[in-house]
């Protein structure tokens, strides 16, 4: 009986590490499903790739070229080599630290990455500058070349940076619909000249941010600085903070929305189009050329456009929707439960061009 016993206990015991074994595989087999289509590149392993020994006995010329060797068999790519002669009459060196090499190197790869990944993880980025700028241009070079028969498809899709980022990150990007997720603060100047997209930003944004914005949808968690979203001409930009100086200068188009409670001053100076929507107003909200008044009938549709790209980041209660609807949200019903929070945009103002208020 009692060995009867020990023989099932130990069948039983097989079968649990059978079962282990095959789950183990299948874990392994997802991950390398997923390993497809997300990767990540760590900016810390960039900088300490190559560093030039004494460069007193070899010309540059032959240092450059030993370079491109050890890019070309480590990553599969290469330089244009016009940084060969920045090198030269830059920095005397050339050294995968070196902050334009950086550059140009983790633009190359994020060309390469972005054909066969669609989601791409950057990791350490330290503040580094010109990250991202121009993203896609492979993609669009493609697109132009209709005759290429062989030309595969371009997989990227999304972007998440763990870490802070310097100016000018995304600048020129194509006119693609691409997701950027920064999970830490950004530079001046972050996305300049945005076309299309998804764009979240979890910390600080310094000056400038959104500027040129043509449609790009964005969302900022935590302060922005002064000048957000000058020279707006599409798309829509939500706050959750505050409203900074000078917010929407220049605007010829879209919107601006915060949720926050901090509005300063001169919003909208010399603004041509577009709407910045504010829970209270004061004595100086409105810049040159710039008006207040309060939130009309038509404005429900672009709060709502502002909004809907971001229901889940911001928990918005859509009663199974999926979206915030005009049957749902509009002069009758004017509020919306955000982050578990009510907002009631009936007590919204909004600062428009001067000369579209009425007398």
Same mark, same amino acid.
């Given at each position: 009986m009692c060995s009867r016993q020990a023989s099932d206990d130990e069948a039983a015991d097989k079968r649990t590490k059978r079962s282990k074994r095959?789950?183990?595989?299948?874990?392994?087999?997802?991950?390398?499903?997923?390993?497809?289509? $997300?990767?990540? =590149?760590?900016?810390?392993?960039?900088?300490?790739? !190559?560093?030039?020994?004494?460069?007193?006995?070899?010309? %540059?010329?032959?240092? %450059?070229?030993? %370079?491109?060797?050890? +890019?070309?068999?480590? !990553? @599969?790519? *290469?330089?244009?080599? /016009?940084?060969?002669?920045? /090198?030269?009459?830059?920095?005397?060196? $050339? &050294?995968?630290?070196?902050? !334009?090499? =950086? #550059? %140009? $190197?983790?633009?190359?790869? =994020? #060309?390469? =990455? /972005?054909? *066969?990944?669609?989601?791409?993880? $950057?990791? &350490?980025? #330290? /503040?580094? !500058? &010109? +990250?991202?700028? @121009?993203? @896609?241009?492979?993609s669009a070079a493609k697109q132009e070349n209709k005759q290429n028969q062989n030309a595969r498809p371009y997989a990227f899709q999304k972007i998440i940076v763990k870490g802070d980022v310097g100016s000018f990150y995304g600048g020129m990007p194509i006119d693609r619909y691409l997701i950027h997720h920064i999970r830490g603060s950004v530079g001046r100047s972050f996305m300049d000249n945005a076309k299309q997209g998804k764009i979240i930003v979890d910390n600080v944004a310094d000056e400038s941010a959104a500027q040129v914005n043509s449609g790009a949808r964005f969302l900022f968690k935590d302060y922005v600085g002064p000048r957000l979203g000058w020279g707006q001409r599409g798309g829509s930009i939500v706050t959750l903070k505050n409203l900074p100086f000078n917010a929407g200068l220049f605007a010829a188009g879209g919107t601006i929305l915060t949720l926050g409670d901090e509005i300063d001053e001169e919003i909208g100076s010399g603004m041509l189009e577009g709407r910045n929507y504010t829970p209270r107003t004061h004595r100086n909200i409105g810049g040159r050329d710039a008006g207040v008044r309060p939130v009309g009938p038509e404005d429900y549709r672009f709060i709502a456009e502002a909004l809907n790209p971001f229901i889940e980041e911001l928990d918005i209660a859509t009663q199974g929707r999926g979206r915030i609807s005009q049957e749902l949200f509009n002069e009758t019903n004017p509020a919306l439960s955000i982050n578990g929070m009510s907002y009631d945009f009936s007590r919204y103002h909004v600062v428009v061009p001067k000369r579209t208020l009425q007398d």
């Open positions: 095959v789950l183990k595989r299948k874990d392994e087999q997802r991950e390398s499903k997923m390993d497809k289509s $997300i990767t990540q =590149l760590d900016i810390d392993e960039i900088r300490s790739f !190559y560093r030039q020994s004494d460069g007193r006995q070899k010309r %540059f010329r032959t240092i %450059f070229d030993e %370079f491109q060797r050890r +890019l070309s068999d480590t !990553y @599969g790519i *290469t330089l244009p080599p /016009g940084v060969r002669r920045l /090198g030269r009459n830059m920095y005397q060196e $050339i &050294n995968s630290d070196t902050p !334009y090499v =950086l #550059e %140009f $190197i983790v633009s190359e790869l =994020l #060309e390469k =990455l /972005g054909k *066969t990944h669609e989601t791409i993880e $950057i990791l &350490n980025p #330290e /503040g580094m !500058y &010109n +990250l991202c700028v @121009g993203i @896609g241009r492979t």
